[in-house]
């Protein structure tokens, strides 16, 4: 049978041009709801971009199979696609993006196919991107124009579709803001100068302006919040913190909704301003978590050539579902799903990837950790330790293929690297401890309030990440929070009841006694007093019932993701 490899080309190529189209829909909706408080269609705008990808790409990926039947893993036949396709997406702003779409359809078309340089876009030069003077990329204020004219002009130069609360008083504290952080640090000098991104960065019930001032001989970033309460649009704060600004575009964190006609020229502008970030995980932020997870796979191939080090099990207590190892000079643990679960754990494998699916589509609140879900996994089969061999062919054999060269792994997640929170725990001082178990106690709360209960809190599932922010990693009993039922723990009454070795009253399977927390959640003595103190809601079951029935009512409850003292008007709701 002939292949007409132009017409599959053309194929992938509508494929994709309906994708953009697609996601640029769901991305310019994000200002409509912004402007009407309709946080209910923000989170199902959220929701709906995110499954865009795969909703796609299965009738597309159906439709070639159909065209290529018995041909599906010719090499020829996809060497000629790839030539086609390639001379189609040359010359488009997005076409990095354009290259990870056609890796994502040939891993699914092609039998087995892992990652191969010949076949796919594997290692093109879309890594490091460089700011161009694209005036329609940003707004320009020099400093002649003096300060409070400057915060006037950028106030006024985006439209958020409703009136400010209170236009005079975010202009003074504005300027009272620069004045203390900049200006008591730097001298304007004719060169100074201002930049903002054009495009508005929307994420929950927030809008956020990016931006970098030249002062003092060097660019000096910064973030405006922008909130729409009942009373009004109001500047909720201004972000100079270089840590506070990394955080709100961590791997923990949901992506944002942003116009980037120019992917990588927003990825670059970006990059000036939060320069720890790899480009990679810039690409996840604005969305774009497939060419995110392309780049990280370079970044993967490259750090193997340079590295000399073994992958080895990783540290801390093995789990029951989860077998996780890691390159020790690589900042990413890699999961696989267990051929058998340990009792009491029963579920099945395809019921942890629901869990990881689910939070892959739901708010992460920044206190769980992104993954990149990868199939037919090629590792160097010198770079794996025996130890680590013997382990996987203990705990996951079914999905590992060994050949001269390669270990593949059929199927596994990524995760950024943390330091797991019972190994720091258990060295740490009793001050840097207080302060971590004060936020292990503030990360199960913002998950509840975001409709998460993680279902087993012990502090093996949780790590710490550079900041010493506590995080869920361990999703396979996630469950809904308006799922489960908060109990108060009936109390004993009787001798039989009293000295019973089982519990006497029923318990459903969803059901749950927060006054038990008290028992495991911490163990080192000199810590658990004060972690029992801090966290007093924890174990309180009317608090949880409370966080329940305002997301029944359909009440969205924002996660700052900036302290809340250095807000301006901290009381102001939203």
């Not at 942890?352 to 920044?366: A, N």
């Amino acid at each position: 049978m002939a292949i007409d490899s132009h017409f599959l080309s053309a194929q992938l190529y509508k494929g994709f041009l309906s994708y953009i189209l697609s996601f640029k829909t769901y991305t310019r909706l994000a200002p409509r709801y912004f402007k009407e408080r309709n946080w209910t269609a923000t989170q199902l705008n959220h929701r709906q971009r995110l499954r865009l990808y795969k909703d796609l790409l299965f009738p597309l990926v159906a439709e070639i199979k159909e065209n290529l039947k018995d041909e599906c893993g010719n090499r020829q036949v996809w060497k000629e696609i790839r030539e086609n396709y390639h001379q189609l997406i040359s010359e488009r702003p997005d076409v990095e993006l354009a290259e990870t779409f056609f890796n994502s359809v040939i891993r699914k078309v092609f039998p087995g196919m892992a990652a191969d340089e010949e076949l796919m876009f594997l290692m093109e030069g879309h890594a490091v991107c460089e700011v161009r003077p694209l005036e329609e990329l940003i707004f320009t204020y020099p400093s002649s124009m003096g300060l409070d004219a400057i915060l006037r002009k950028i106030l006024d130069d985006f439209d958020f579709g409703a009136e400010f609360m209170d236009l005079e008083q975010d202009i003074q504290l504005l300027i009272s803001s620069v004045k203390k952080v900049i200006l008591t640090r730097y001298r304007p000098s004719p060169d100074t100068t201002t930049q903002i991104l054009k495009s508005v960065f929307y994420r929950n019930k927030a809008a956020y302006l990016i931006g970098r001032t030249y002062v003092g001989q060097k660019w000096m970033p910064f973030i405006i919040p922008i909130l729409h309460g009942p009373r009004g649009i109001f500047v909720d704060t201004l972000i100079f913190d270089p840590n506070i600004m990394s955080s709100m575009f961590s791997f923990t964190r949901s992506y944002f909704m942003v116009e980037a006609d120019i992917p990588s020229q927003v990825v670059a502008f970006l990059s000036s301003v939060i320069p720890h970030k790899k480009t990679h995980e810039l690409y996840n932020a604005i969305g774009f978590n497939k060419h995110g997870k392309t780049l990280f796979y370079r970044d993967y191939l490259l750090h193997l050539e340079q590295s000399k080090d073994q992958f080895i099990v990783a540290p801390g207590v093995k789990g029951m579902v989860m077998t996780v190892f890691t390159l020790p000079s690589f900042n990413v643990v890699f999961k696989l799903i267990k051929d058998h679960f340990e009792p009491p754990k029963s579920m099945t494998r395809q019921e942890v990837r629901e869990k990881y699916k689910l939070v892959s589509l739901h708010d992460r609140v920044g206190r769980m950790a992104d993954t990149h879900e990868f199939e037919f996994f090629k590792i160097p089969l010198e770079k794996v330790s025996p130890e680590l061999l013997q382990e996987l062919r203990n705990t996951a054999n079914s999905l590992l293929k060994i050949d001269d060269k390669y270990l593949i792994i059929k199927h596994l997640y990524t995760e950024r690297k943390m330091e797991p929170l019972n190994l720091y725990l258990d060295a740490c001082s009793t001050e840097e401890g207080n302060q971590v178990v004060e936020d292990y106690g503030r990360a199960i709360l913002q998950l509840a309030q975001a409709n998460i209960f993680p279902g087993d809190m012990m502090t093996k599932n949780f790590g710490l990440t550079r900041q010493k922010r506590v995080i869920f990693y361990d999703y396979d009993e996630i469950e809904f929070l308006t799922d489960m039922n908060f109990r108060i723990k009936p109390k004993a009454e009787t001798y039989e009841q009293i000295y019973a070795s089982e519990p006497w009253y029923d318990i459903a399977r969803n059901d749950v006694f927060p006054e038990d927390f008290r028992r495991w959640m911490i163990g080192r003595a000199d810590l658990k007093e004060h972690f029992l103190a801090y966290n007093k809601n924890l174990f309180d079951p009317s608090y949880w019932q409370k966080i329940q029935e305002k997301i029944l009512k359909g009440e969205m409850i924002h996660a700052f993701p900036y302290p809340n003292e250095i807000r301006f008007r901290p009381q102001e709701k939203v």
